[in-house]
């Protein structure tokens, strides 16, 4: 039976512990500053050093930061030894512009994934131990709507963020008595370091959004740091195995659709 006493206002991080990787920009630093806000401690983890502007905002909490390649085998000390409560995995790339699975070679799998998903593994593990010794702990991995639908030229990455999703719900299953909550947030058309949406979509096309996404768009990072939010904190605390979309309703309402000249799109200039 869960706690009865009710919830309570202020900072819902107070005293928690937080890692979060590829935290120096973008929905990573997002994640981080909405964290600090609410009184975590937060570690990022990153391959890049933030910019002096990224965690100017954080109040309550504090964030400090290490250098790390998360396709390296081992996992730095320092983030154990930060004993977290929160761990978001964040860190997840493409790598390439599309190209057909054909054409693609082994050590393009292989980077893959490193970066998508293997990385998870070894950094979930080396933080469950402590968590289940503490009784607490809330996993927050970061997938793509194209976990749960196709993305025509990305195949291998596509695998692996589903794998990722996977790998989300039967780990949920196998700590949940262990005080341990895993959960998945699959973003789509978030403008982001990787997809530019105010660089990509020309302005002319600016109009047609509410076309590409039932809320239109597109979103911020911080429209992910909320739902983070709320997964990491007690308001979810009967909440594990899931994922939540952060997408604008892509996932609900469609899909991909070709282009006459070739290729696909997920933003088409003629509904």
Not at 9 to 24: E, I, K, Q, Y
Not at 32 to 39: D, N
Not at 65 to 73: L, M, P
Not at 259 to 271: A, E, K, L, Y
């Amino acid at each position: 039976m869960t706690d009865p006493t009710p919830f309570t206002p202020g900072p819902l991080l107070a005293s928690r512990r937080a890692v979060v990787t590829g935290g120096a920009a973008g929905i990573g630093a997002a994640v981080a500053r909405v964290f600090a806000t609410h009184g975590a401690q937060v570690l990022v983890a990153d391959i890049e050093q933030p910019g002096p502007a990224e965690f100017d905002t954080a109040a309550g909490g504090a964030i400090t930061t290490i250098e790390w390649d998360v396709r390296t085998a081992a996992c730095p000390p320092a983030i154990v030894e930060h004993r977290p409560d929160i761990l978001v995995n964040n860190v997840g790339h493409y790598l390439q512009p599309p190209h057909t699975f054909a054409t693609n070679s082994q050590t393009l799998w292989e980077e893959l994934h490193e970066i998508n998903f293997g990385h998870v593994l070894r950094l979930t593990q080396a933080v469950v131990p402590g968590m289940s010794e503490r009784h607490r702990g809330s996993i927050i991995n970061l997938t793509t709507v194209e976990a749960h639908r196709a993305i025509p030229g990305h195949s291998v990455y596509s695998g692996y963020k589903a794998a990722l999703t996977g790998f989300t719900r039967s780990l949920a299953a196998e700590v949940g008595s262990d005080g341990i909550r895993v959960n998945a947030i699959a973003p789509d058309l978030i403008e982001s370091v990787q997809v530019p949406y105010a660089e990509l979509v020309p302005e002319q096309d600016v109009p047609l959004w509410p076309t590409w996404s039932p809320l239109g768009g597109p979103g911020r990072p911080e429209d992910v740091a909320g739902v983070a939010l709320f997964l990491a904190s007690d308001l979810a605390r009967f909440v594990t195995g899931g994922t939540i979309h952060v997408d604008g309703g892509t996932h609900a309402a469609g899909g991909w659709v070709p282009r006459q000249s070739g290729g696909w799109t997920n933003r088409p200039r003629n509904p």
